[in-house]
């Protein structure tokens, strides 16, 4: 988790990334899981922004700030 922690800032920063652009890397389940626990934390720690712009629309994460 925090490997994924440290990466996803620098893949946020000066860009939005689909939700699912986040998990492109991913090779196995346990690291789907790590990236997404990456993104909670960040959310949590005020790193990271989620939109979703309309109900069953597209996801978008961007870095705060």
Not at 29 to 53: K, M, S
Request: hydrophobic residues 45%.
């Amino acid at each position: 988790v925090e490997e994924k922690m440290s990466q996803l800032p620098e893949r946020l920063r000066g860009s939005r990334l689909a939700f699912e652009d986040l998990f492109t890397t991913v090779t196995t389940r346990l690291e789907a899981v790590a990236c997404f626990l990456a993104l909670l934390e960040l959310l949590r720690l005020g790193e990271a922004i989620v939109d979703q712009g309309e109900p069953f629309g597209a996801i978008t994460v961007r870095a705060s700030g």
